[in-house]
């Protein structure tokens, strides 16, 4: 077996003199297959987020001596530096080539198969404009006809009346003429609606197919020096564009909190140019760089601070947003079903820079303007399950499951299923092992929650009884109250604060807070508290929050 990666622009291996001597023997002797493409096939699609390491593989007879092997390829975009070839057989491989060759129409089959599908369904459509036009026509003389009795038969009465058979004869051939003809329209009216919208996507994939079409013909050219005649095995590689996959997640958590399952898919793109037939796919989590350049370093340098324009403004970015759901209902009964049926599993392989899944079976992804999802596994989660609670911004209590990540996860969507139902949508930001995360649950109605302001008192006094003072003290304090209105246990965390100062002409004083926080500073956020409460069935709990804050008279503080 030998192994080459193919350059376009030094091709060999060889030495210059060795090299030309050759060339001379190859230009009296003529190669077994020069110009003829073999029949090679796809066998291995290695996706990356970007791109995809495309293998084909070939069998050739080939004779003793200089053979060039035509691997004829498809894609629309290819790297050419990328292009590597393997043969398994006695002998040594000369050069691996990539190269174009001019042709004079676009080869692809099935550019022709669309062309004559569309044409076939214009022939078919207007078809049936014909016969609806040919039943319009109708529903126009019985229109006609209708006009005309209005007019002719009043005059007729008034010399003779018509038998009551003609009028019944009449008024039936009417009705039914009618109905015929308008149900006959409705009918031809939705068929074309349906050759509108299949010539509208053959149409569409056309125009796809012709942006990529060919006017030139794609080949990797292999030329082997084989050592006898003999039939010999080809594999070559390269990466294509237009291709690449992203991840999306569902995570299922069970109504009675005993199962969080993970599962991750592959949302692939595949516009490549070439399908991919009973493909043997693997999906890799490494990105694939050029020219990468190995980070350097500056001096560190200390000098004196320099006045600085101040932002206007600074915005956060939270690392997660989450749409809540309606919390499943927990009082309806499981009912006796089949068991569901799992995910096919791939088989994980874990290499030194990245994962990589394989699919069990081979696939058929066609480059198409669609998406395809497939499940690359699914897994067990350990998390915990609680109640969220921040008054201030909302008086929905939140369940939470808080999930530790035993693997790496990238980036992507989440979709999110309480006891089998969907609640929500969020975004996994990228997660390494043993990270934890947050998932938003649902709304539970049956955690109450009620925050008041039981006092706000602005003291009114003069300085020595005559001048008015310039400070206003203001006493203020809140209440908030958290009910358990389940028949179970919950565990619920509060999250709330006290106003924090940053000029020494605004004071906060006088704090007192009942009970305790269970952590201050949550997250490194100054004035912010957490409580852990547990609570038991029908249990309420309140927790108080007072202080003092004296400024000037004219501020204007937001919030109190």
């Known amino acids: 077996m030998v192994i080459v990666n193919g350059n376009p622009k030094t091709g060999g291996i060889m030495t210059k003199s060795w090299i030309t001597a050759l060339l001379l023997v190859m230009a009296i002797s003529f190669p077994a297959f020069g110009g003829v493409n073999l029949t090679s096939t796809i066998s291995d699609v290695t996706l990356f987020s970007n791109q995809a390491l495309v293998t084909r593989k070939a069998e050739v007879d080939v004779h003793e001596g200089v053979n060039e092997i035509p691997i004829s390829i498809d894609p629309f975009r290819i790297d050419t530096d990328s292009v590597t070839a393997r043969v398994f057989g006695d002998g040594e491989i000369i050069s691996v080539q990539y190269k174009e060759l001019p042709v004079i129409e676009a080869p692809q089959d099935f550019i022709k198969n669309i062309e004559k599908k569309i044409e076939a369904l214009q022939n078919n459509r207007q078809e049936l404009v014909d016969k609806k036009r040919i039943l319009q026509n109708k529903a126009n003389f019985l229109g006609a006809f209708l006009d005309f009795s209005q007019t002719q038969i009043p005059k007729d009465i008034k010399t003779r ?67 006898k005649s003999q039939n010999i095995r080809v594999e070559t590689q390269y990466l294509v564009r237009n291709a690449g996959w992203s991840p999306l997640y569902k995570v ?76 499943a209902d927990e009082s309806v009964e499981a009912e006796t079903r089949p068991e569901e049926a799992a995910f096919a599993k791939t088989e994980v392989r874990q290499l030194p820079f990245s994962f990589e899944y394989v699919l069990p079976k081979p696939v058929d992804i066609e480059s198409r ?70 998932l938003a649950l649902g709304a539970d109605r049956e955690v109450a929650v009620k925050r008041e302001k039981i006092r706000d008192k602005i003291e009114e006094t003069t300085f020595f009884g005559k001048v008015e003072r310039d400070s206003v003290v203001r006493e203020v304090a809140y209440k908030i109250t958290v009910e358990n209105l389940k028949s179970i246990p919950a565990v619920v965390k509060v999250i709330d604060n006290i106003p924090v100062s940053r000029t020494d002409r605004i004071e906060v004083k006088d704090i007192v807070i009942t009970p305790k926080p269970t952590e201050e500073n949550l997250n490194d956020r100054e004035g912010v508290m957490l409580w852990n409460l547990d609570l038991a069935s029908s249990e309420k709990r309140e927790i108080s929050i007072a202080f003092v804050v004296s400024y000037p008279k004219e501020f204007f503080i937001p919030g109190l």
């Open 161 to 227: 009346l018509p038998a009551v058979e003609d009028l019944e004869n009449t008024l039936t051939f009417l009705d039914t003429g009618y109905g015929e003809i308008y149900s006959g329209i409705q009918s031809l009216d939705i068929e074309l609606k349906k050759r509108d919208a299949e010539l509208k996507a053959l149409e569409e994939e056309l125009r796809a197919r012709q942006d990529g079409a060919k006017t030139k013909a794609k080949i990797i050219e292999i030329q082997f020096n084989s050592a």
């Open 252 to 327: 299922s958590v069970s109504s009675g909190f005993d199962a969080i399952d993970l599962t991750m898919f592959a949302k692939i793109i595949q516009k490549s140019g070439e399908n991919w037939p009973s493909a043997t796919l693997s999906i890799s989590n490494v990105i694939p760089l050029k020219g990468v350049r190995l980070p350097s370093l500056s001096s560190w340098i200390l000098d004196a601070p320099r006045p600085l324009a101040r932002a206007a403004g600074r915005t956060d970015f939270a690392a997660q947003k989450s749409a809540p759901g309606v919390m």
């Open 369 to 438: 303007d669609k998406e395809t999802t497939l499940p690359l596994f699914t897994k067990s989660l350990q998390g915990t399950v609680s109640h969220l609670i921040v008054p201030q911004k909302s008086l929905r209590t939140y369940l939470v499951a808080r999930i530790s990540a035993d693997r790496e996860l990238l980036p992507g969507p989440l979709n999110v299923y309480f006891g089998g139902r969907y609640v929500g949508k969020t975004h996994l930001i990228e997660k390494r092992a043993g990270e934890s995360f947050d």
